[in-house]
């Protein structure tokens, strides 16, 4: 069906036409909330639209909560439940679909990161996709003297997090097209479709001996062969933290 968020996208559509189907068609109430979020339920449990327990989530309630915010007899338009689609596609343009949506690194995620991955002093670090800042904020207190910077695609993001990270040099620009070369450390919290990507961009662009980290998705080659990496950690919960040098 395409890369996420268009499944989610399509099946609040399908079940949106399907309310308003029966709304034309004279259905009762209880029939036009009910089917439609029953639709969106059935089309929660398919592998093609949702693969995740929270993308499953997110398809299943996109219809209901749309419709309890919009409120049936508000006097709002019809075309008012784009709104929330509006909003989504500012904050998570299409074109970085194929990348993580926004998830936060967790608080103390990487504070041992410097007893495996050791950096000199004003080591200039990147938090590729960094989103809100966590993963920024996350990486000044394991590497207080470090330079860091962020890039994020969304605007709005973006601007969060450069309020949030006074400290770090944040622009809006396309993880995959910047360069990676003048880090000593590039940062991913990513998915595991994007890591062969990632793989061959660190391969290509990062200079000998600079480490590329990832939260939780191990580093696979385009062919699926995992990097060997050169040290793991596991977080509260088994979540890893993999780090690789793979320009040695």
Excluded at 90 to 104: E, I, M, S, T
Excluded at 215 to 240: H, I, M
Aim: glycine share 8%.
């Amino acid at each position: 069906m395409g890369p996420w968020p268009l499944p989610a996208l399509l099946s609040w559509a399908l079940a949106w036409g399907l309310c308003f189907a029966l709304r034309w068609a004279g259905a009762p109430l209880w029939a036009v909330l009910a089917l439609p979020t029953a639709l969106g339920a059935l089309l929660a449990l398919l592998p093609k639209v949702a693969t995740t327990p929270w993308r499953r989530v997110f398809v299943a309630g996109g219809f209901p909560l749309s419709a309890l915010a919009l409120g049936q007899g508000s006097g709002l338009p019809a075309w008012a439940w784009l709104a929330p689609l509006g909003l989504l596609l500012l904050a998570y343009p299409v074109n970085a679909w194929r990348d993580a949506p926004v998830f936060p690194t967790p608080r103390g995620a990487l504070t041992d990161l410097p007893q495996h991955a050791p950096l000199p002093t004003n080591a200039r670090i990147l938090d590729a996709g960094c989103g809100m800042g966590d993963g920024l904020a996350e990486l000044h207190r394991a590497y207080p003297l470090a330079e860091l910077h962020g890039i994020e695609w969304s605007w709005p993001w973006r601007l969060v997090c450069g309020l949030r990270c006074p400290w770090a040099s944040v622009r809006r620009a396309d993880m995959w097209a910047a360069d990676w070369s003048g880090f000593d450390m590039v940062y991913l919290f990513q998915r595991p479709e994007s890591m062969p990507r990632a793989v061959d961009k660190a391969r290509r662009e990062l200079k000998p001996g600079a480490w590329l980290v990832s939260l939780e998705f191990e580093a696979v080659d385009a062919s699926g062969v995992p990097l060997k990496p050169q040290a793991r950690l596991t977080l509260e919960g088994g979540r890893p933290v993999w780090m690789y040098r793979p320009t040695l």
